[in-house]
């Protein structure tokens, strides 16, 4: 969905972050600050998100499961300043 509306490289990855990547394809880097370097081996197929303080690492496949992990994220208070 997302690769349809932004650019993709030529690896079929999208790039919203600084990223230097080896055999990575397909795959969707993010991070908020610019100043943030991702760099990644041998990805395929997922979804990374840096911000602020958070990363998360998804495959594409299961991201449904985010909505999992936030409510798990919402009842621990150790985590409700990041959310």
């Known amino acids: 969905a997302i690769e349809r509306l932004l650019k993709t490289q030529e690896d079929q990855n999208v790039e919203l972050a600084t990223h230097v990547g080896l055999h990575t394809q397909g795959t969707i880097i993010y991070a908020s600050d610019p100043n943030d370097l991702v760099v990644t081996i041998g990805l ?16 594409k496949d299961r991201t449904q499961e985010i909505k999992q992990v936030l409510k798990k994220l919402q009842s621990d208070p150790r985590f409700t300043d990041l959310l």
């Open 44 to 59: 395929e197929n997922l979804v990374i998100v840096r911000d602020r303080n958070v990363t998360l690492i998804v495959d």
